[in-house]
């Protein structure tokens, strides 16, 4: 078993198997999420349930947040009741979720204000990276925080980078991101341009994946086109969040606002709750 107590804050598509390798690995795991019934799975698996954010922060001597967006983050943090309401001095809190580099350096300031450290380590890879232990972690932060995080991040990822300062890892995985966006939307029209010219969809995405083109998401994203079946690993509301933070962070590419939009309108189209790769089915009118 190993000695570090760790706590773990949101327990969604990404979070539930997150924790279930950090339990596997030998740590002792406290949880908490806002909706309690969807802790039973870890619990089951050797967990232990915080009952409440405040007892998870001072309870644990690493804390990690794996929740939606930035207001989600941010409440976790500084609500009255959070995570830093109680006694969290040399505490370390780790925030894995995908937010704006400016909300990462809220809570690092929020943090050190109660004399606890700060990193920021969103994540690249979806929920079977997640399982499997292969996401890539984009860390900022100290290189003190960073080495203390580190036994963590090898049991969750195959590969980490501390790649700058608070604000640096946020912004590389915004980068991402919008690589993937255009990945995705890519072969989504490419397809139906290749249908609407009578050719078979099975025949469009062999041709792609067996040439220069494929890739590791045009593989993994095949079958859900060819079934039509898009239940969510990367929701798709996740994505459109994605592409809003890198315009507001001055992505200002000529892709990046058709882009955005295309995934905007997705949502509104009531889209949002399903995969990433549901854009097909947006496009596909
Ligand atoms: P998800 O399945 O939608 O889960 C969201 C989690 O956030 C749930 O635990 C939810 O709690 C919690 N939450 C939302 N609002 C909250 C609030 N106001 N207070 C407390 N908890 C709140 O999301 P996910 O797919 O695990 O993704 C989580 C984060 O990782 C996102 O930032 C996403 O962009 C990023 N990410 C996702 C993937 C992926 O492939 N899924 C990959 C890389 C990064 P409830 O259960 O109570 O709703």
């Known amino acids: ?71 989600a ?3 976790l943090f500084t609500a009255p009741e959070g995570l830093l309401a109680g006694e969290v001095k040399g505490k370390l809190f780790i925030n894995v979720s995908t ?21 920021e380590a969103p994540v690249s890879g979806s929920v079977k990276p997640a399982q499997d232990g292969t996401l890539i972690i984009l860390a900022g932060g100290t290189e003190d925080a960073y080495q203390k995080a580190k036994p963590l991040f090898d049991v969750l990822g195959k590969l980490s980078l501390l790649v700058g300062p608070v604000g640096a890892g946020s912004a590389a995985k915004l980068a991402i991101n919008y690589f993937l966006g255009l990945n995705l939307q890519g072969l989504a029209e490419t397809v139906l341009f290749a ?23 045009t593989k993994l994203k095949s079958p859900a086109i060819l079934k039509g079946e898009f239940p969510a690993a990367f929701a798709l509301k996740h994505l459109a969040k994605d592409l809003r933070l890198a315009k507001e962070q001055g992505l200002d590419a000529p892709l990046s606002t058709p882009l955005y939009e295309s995934f ?22």
């Not at 704006?100 to 990193?119: D, Q, V, Y």
């Not at 905007?264 to 009118?285: C, S």
């Open 264 to 285: 905007k309108q997705a949502q509104e189209a009531g889209l949002g709750d399903e995969d990433v790769m549901a854009i097909y089915k947006h496009l596909d009118k």
């Open 195 to 217: 249908q609407a010219n009578g050719v078979k969809t099975e025949d469009m995405l062999t041709i792609i994946n067996e040439g220069a083109c494929g890739s590791g998401i």
């Open 1 to 71: 078993m190993n000695t570090t107590k760790i706590g773990w804050a949101g327990l969604g598509n990404m979070g539930i198997p997150m924790v279930s390798n950090l339990l596997k690995a030998g740590y002792a795991v406290q949880v908490f999420n806002r909706t309690r019934n969807k802790e039973k799975d870890v619990l089951d698996a050797g967990a232990t349930a915080a009952g409440n954010l405040s007892k998870l922060g001072s309870g644990n001597d690493i804390t990690l947040t794996m929740v939606s967006d930035d207001a």
């Open 99 to 119: 937010v704006s580099p400016e909300t990462s350096r809220f809570l690092e300031e929020s943090c050190i204000n109660k004399g606890a450290a700060f990193m």
């Open 73 to 75: 983050a941010k409440e």
